[in-house]
């Protein structure tokens, strides 16, 4: 409450007993970054769905081929940059590029796609044998991609509490992700096997052959 004492013959006035107390501001902020992620999975080659469980414990061995989706977990933004490695569950030292900048490694990796729900990017790549090495059941997948918002003319809204943060024609920065791949060592096959040595034999008994042509000549002009 406030009192006002005054007294007009003297033509001034005093306020006393004042009150007066300071209402406290809430503030909260909200990284635009932290809203979204990608989603990585297996896929098919003719499909942008995830393998379901019964279809990703079909083998993979050497020299097959691997399908990798990614996509962002909103319609809000796009994947508009890519990067993908290939690593060896114990040895460190082993690791394939797979994807750099959103380019993939000529004849052995490919990349396709969007990078948007509708339209996610797929990573087709081969398995390098040194994936294999040291009897490995598994391989490692991690790598990073860049979110930009989908229309340039994008407003995000993040209500928090009474307040809404507006962010314009931004970027949501760089995140992570990672997945591991279940692998399976492809022995040789006795068959296989024969198969490759084979063209060693061929090539010796041709050998064997021009030799004993050769020496049979010699002996007729000796």
Request: hydrophobic residues 35%; aromatic residues 8%.
């Amino acid at each position: 409450n406030i009192e006002l004492d005054y007294d007009l013959s003297s033509n001034s006035f005093s306020i006393t007993d004042n009150k007066i107390e300071k209402a406290s501001i809430t503030t909260s902020t909200e990284s635009a970054a932290n809203v979204y992620s990608v989603q990585a999975c297996r896929c098919s080659s003719n499909s942008n769905e995830c393998l379901s469980e019964s279809e990703k414990s079909q083998t993979l061995n050497q020299d097959s081929f691997v399908n990798i989706c990614l996509k962002p977990n909103s319609t809000d933004v796009q994947i508009s940059q890519l990067n993908m490695k290939f690593l060896h569950d114990e040895l460190s030292q082993v690791e394939f590029e797979t994807v750099t900048n959103s380019t993939g490694v000529q004849g052995q990796s490919i990349i396709r796609g969007n990078g948007i729900i509708s339209d996610p990017f797929k990573v087709t790549s081969r398995l390098i044998s040194s994936l294999f090495d040291n009897g490995a059941t598994k391989f490692k997948i991690e790598g990073n991609a860049y979110l930009q918002f989908y229309s340039s003319n994008r407003n995000l809204n993040l209500r928090t509490g009474d307040r809404i943060l507006q962010q314009e024609e931004a970027d949501a920065e760089y995140v992570s992700y990672q997945m591991n791949v279940d692998i399976t060592r492809r022995d040789m096959l006795e068959s296989e096997s024969n198969l490759a040595i084979f063209p060693v034999l061929m090539i010796a008994g041709c050998l064997a052959l021009v030799l004993s042509i050769a020496i049979i000549i010699y002996k007729k002009i000796s």
